[in-house]
């Protein structure tokens, strides 16, 4: 009786501290995971009371999940999520690490460089995107200009972003530009973790600066390397402000299992506007094969790198 | 011999510098740009030359006391937003970060177990559920509806556990002895030794409401008082295509303070996001 | 002003690890009790159970009279002085020192009389608004002591409070807390490794092995009488030599031969007649370094139980040579004046003090008398 008495306090203590964070937690991150799949089994009739908007709702079972199987415009969108994956995952990872290797040698304002690449990743990515937006409009736009005077016409029309093949590329470059200061930095700290007796090694062998990247510096990176596709693969998923900001989805000039689709929309945007529609079930269980397709991404991610390399 | 050796060292540095400032330009660029179209007059933010809005103020000006989308307001409540938010979660992350980190109690392992695998859980996900909860609460058009459901940062509670782990026993085993309650060895000995982590969740959830575009899309109807900068740019937009001189100023509210705050405090970023890759 | 009493204490961990079993210690006001054992043998659980940092599985102890197993840390009326000192990095000296006293909302005035004070008997008056990482190791032994000392407490704890500080300053800061001690006339308990610390500063030594007690005495008794093979052997540097030997009771006298035909010692039957039980048993002989001599320069002018041995190597430390040597088949450590060089190989005819001999049974380590 008595031990337990001093087991109680500390344990009673330890839940008072851990009380605020722990209520949150379970309200708006635990409890969630479950309701979104509750959710995804019902069907939430729109517009019945603005202040109580999910009043009305009515189990459909599996419902929500058949309609989904065939939705062209989900099966567009994780297409387009999957493209945008590829333009800007690699694009990140090669841009960054050429940062950090030309970084990591001893050259003036080394770190005036590193806070400039590393800044544009802590600014707000909807104003990034309205800014790009207004670099690539059509006609008189800063980058429009700068094609036609290196001689490559045809964009003035519509732009960077009104054509359906440069939209989304387009929008992963600014994002390339805006991102690839993290991977720089992460970079930085791992080369400056190698050991320099490492590359003198390399060097009696007779290594030449390449090979030394290939067969010193990239191995030694190899964690960040991955670290940095799943964070890539994550944010693709979650991609949203700077589609909601530049494009909205569009350009609508796709045409996938006979529908007219929007070159930019990502599953992310279909979602939010699935939600924008009031159709909270469908979105719900749009969220959890998000979810689903996450994890699964996430484990094949860390299989292959552990054995490649 | 020794000469050409170092002749070619040298212009090999010469080369990385040009090609390092290049890019800084090319990174830098959309930043100047929106500075230099929100010194144009409106109307000729397409005619690319030195001739600016005189005085050079007067967009500023006329965003952040215009009458249907106040910025100043807006700023107003971006602040009050990231600032009220920083302090809950890093308050709470710091105590939450002491328990795990120094006590036992029941169900610990699960907690954290629980908590670690909410990390691989998408943000996109979480819409859907959370604006049913804050719904149903009746948190729309709140600051609270906006702070709240992001204050339990499990990064912020991880970083801060990681950082009190180091902090030896026998301090708050002392402490004890000297007579401190389990609320004064929290507030007198771990907080003042874990500010420079604490500063850093600060930051970083300051910096993640500052630029949380899409809940506070979510939570607020537009004509909601509590429109924060982003979504008032949205919205603004969405209203004034082309008036791009009033938005690009509209934009430097947003841009301008994180930047300086960034520059400022600068290692606190880079070491809390790269201390979150390190353990991942 | 108190005793501290632990009757029948026990501290068990999750797992069935064991802490410290049934330890009985009484503590009288105003001693300075060492306990003293190798690493992981419950020295340090047992004071922290003292201190109330940890909870006590089973047993009951006293301070000052009162029973305290559920009175936590803070009202036991302690101080506690750790290995790594645990000052507070954040705060000076003087807050360092105050801490305790600003929790217990003492008067500013009686809070700056007390941290002066013991300053000035620390001698670090000077040192006051420094931060600890300004501070040599000993400065900051020293402001760990007047934390401890400021706060006036009934009992004193040290937990290892020497051993991160280099061998000078150590023998320096050993001599600080024995003169503390006879000037706060308080009771302290202080824990070590070092049989050194133990032996200069305990009234009372308590040595520890594997959760248990081994024996508790003053240093004299501890050196001089050792209750077990394992306190011989940990009390006392160089170590006290172990000679396996058979005891053979021969009416007139006890003969000690030393195992694989080595050599014989004759001893009287009256004197070490609680050996005739172990007659024709092997047994453990011990004999502490400075205890054996060599005959040539002993001036004993007897063949009779004469050691002969062979020099393997020497350790010249000028006070005092330790010579190692070889019998038949043990190994023996000898310390003599530093003036008496020997050679490798030499052969020594060696003479064991009669007096100073030791035995202790083979199966349990118990001391045989």
């Known amino acids: ?309 | 011999m020794i000469n050409e050796r170092r002749i070619r060292e040298f212009i090999k540095r010469v080369i990385l510098f040009i090609i390092l400032s290049i890019g800084a330009i090319i990174v830098l660029f959309p930043f100047f740009w929106m500075l230099y179209i929100a010194l144009k007059s409106p109307g000729k933010e397409f005619v690319l030359d030195f001739s600016f809005v005189k005085p050079f103020y007067a967009n500023f000006l006329r965003v952040w006391k215009n009458e249907s989308f106040p910025f100043g307001r807006f700023f107003l409540n971006s602040l009050i937003v990231a600032t009220s938010g920083a302090t809950l979660t890093a308050l709470f992350c710091s105590m939450g970060g002491y328990v795990f980190a120094k006590k036992n109690f029941y169900l610990k392992e699960f907690l954290f177990w629980i908590m670690l695998s909410t990390l691989m859980v998408p943000g996109m996900m979480y819409m859907v559920p959370q604006f049913a909860i804050v719904t149903k609460l009746g948190w729309i058009n709140t600051y609270k509806g906006m702070v709240i459901p992001h204050v339990a940062s499990v990064f912020g509670l991880f970083l801060l556990r990681q950082h009190i782990e180091t902090i030896p026993d026998s301090l708050i085993s002392s402490a004890k002895i000297d007579g401190a309650s389990e609320w004064q060895i929290f507030r007198t000995i771990i907080v003042p030794l874990s500010l420079p982590v604490i500063t850093t969740v600060f930051l970083l959830t300051f910096l993640f409401q500052w630029t949380n575009f899409l809940w506070q899309l979510v939570v607020n109807t537009p004509e909601s008082m509590k429109l924060t900068l982003p979504v008032g740019l949205a919205l603004f937009r969405g209203q004034y295509q082309t008036q791009w001189c009033l938005l690009m100023a509209a934009s430097s509210f947003s841009i301008i303070p994180i930047a300086i705050l960034f520059l400022i405090a600068q290692r606190f970023f880079i070491e809390g996001l790269t201390a979150g890759a390190i353990k991942g | 002003m108190a005793d501290v009493v632990l009757k029948n204490v026990s501290k068990i961990y999750k797992g069935g690890v064991i802490g410290c079993k049934n330890i009985n210690l009484s503590v009288s006001d105003r001693e300075f009790c060492v306990i003293v054992g190798p690493s992981g043998c419950g020295k340090s659980t047992t004071l922290r159970l003292i201190a109330g940092l940890e909870e006590i599985t089973e047993g009951e102890l006293y301070i000052g009279g009162d029973l305290v197993n559920e009175i936590p840390p803070k009202d036991r009326d302690i101080a506690m002085v750790f290995q790594d000192y645990a000052l507070y990095p954040h705060m000076t000296v003087e807050e360092n020192m105050s801490f305790g006293l600003r929790l217990r909302k003492y008067p500013k005035d009686e809070i700056k009389r007390r941290v002066i004070e013991a300053a000035r008997i620390l001698e670090i008056e000077h040192l006051l608004s420094r931060r600890p990482k300004q501070l040599s190791g000993g400065q900051r032994q020293r402001v760990a002591l007047g934390r401890a000392i400021v706060r006036k407490p009934k009992v004193f704890l040290f937990d290892e409070p020497l051993s991160n500080l280099d061998a000078k300053l150590r023998v320096q800061m050993r001599i600080e807390i024995k003169k503390l001690h006879s000037k706060l006339r308080t009771t302290m308990i202080y824990v070590t490794h070092d049989q050194v610390e133990a032996m200069t500063l305990g009234d009372k030594i308590v040595v520890m092995k594997d959760g248990l007690i081994q024996q508790i005495d003053d240093p004299l008794s501890i050196y001089e009488k050792p209750k077990t093979q394992f306190v011989a052997g940990f009390i006392g540097s160089p170590p006290m030599n172990f000679i396996r030997v058979k005891v053979e009771d021969k009416d007139d006298y006890i003969l000690i031969k030393e195992i694989g035909d080595g050599f014989k010692i004759v001893i009287d039957r009256n004197t070490f007649s609680y050996l005739i039980p172990y007659s024709g048993k092997e047994i453990t002989l011990g004999i502490r370094p400075e205890d054996i001599v060599d005959r040539i320069f002993s001036k004993i002018d007897t063949k009779e139980n004469v050691v002969e041995a062979e020099v393997v190597a020497e350790e010249p430390m000028g006070s005092e040579n330790i010579i190692h040597a070889k019998t038949k088949s043990s190994n023996l450590v000898i310390r003599t004046d530093g003036t008496n060089r020997v050679k490798m190989g030499d052969r020594l005819e060696l003479l064991f003090k009669l007096d100073k001999l030791h035995f202790f049974d083979v199966d349990d380590g118990k001391r045989i008398e």
């Open chain 1, 1 to 309: 009786m008595k031990i337990k008495n001093r087991v109680l306090r500390e344990n009673i203590n330890s839940y008072l501290f851990l009380l605020p964070f722990l209520v949150i937690f379970l309200i708006f991150l635990a409890y969630p995971v479950i309701y979104s799949f509750i959710l995804s089994l019902h069907r939430v009739t729109p517009y019945t009371d603005l202040y109580n908007v999910f009043s009305d709702m009515k189990f459909v079972g599996l419902k929500n999940y058949l309609k989904l199987l065939n939705d062209s415009k989900f099966w567009w969108s994780l297409i387009v999520t999957f493209y945008y994956a590829i333009l800007t995952i690699p694009g990140m990872i090669i841009l960054g690490l050429l940062l950090a290797i030309f970084l990591n040698n001893k050259l003036p304002g080394v770190s005036f460089f590193r806070s400039a690449y590393f800044l544009p990743n802590v600014l707000d990515i909807l104003v990034v995107s309205l800014i790009w937006t207004l670099i690539y409009s059509p006609h008189f736009g800063v980058f429009v200009r700068f094609l036609e005077w290196i001689g490559i016409k045809g964009f003035s029309e519509k732009g960077i972003l009104g054509n359906p093949r440069t939209a989304l590329p387009g929008i992963a470059f600014a994002m390339i530009l805006k991102g690839s200061g993290f991977g720089m930095i992460l970079f930085l700290s791992a080369i400056q973790n190698i050991p320099h007796s490492v590359y003198e090694a390399a060097d009696i062998d007779g290594a030449n600066a390449w090979q030394k990247l290939i067969y010193v510096t990239i191995p030694l990176v190899k964690p960040i390397i991955l670290f940095l596709v799943i964070m890539g693969t994550i944010s693709s998923l979650n991609a949203f402000t700077e589609i909601y900001a530049m494009t909205q989805g569009g350009p609508y000039e796709v045409y996938f299992l006979g529908e007219i689709q929007g070159a930019t929309k990502v599953s992310g945007f279909y979602l939010f506007e699935n939600w924008a529609q009031m159709r909270y079930g469908y979105a719900a269980a749009i969220s959890y094969v998000l979810l689903i397709i996450t994890l699964i991404i996430s484990l094949i991610n860390a299989r292959i790198m552990r054995r490649k390399f």
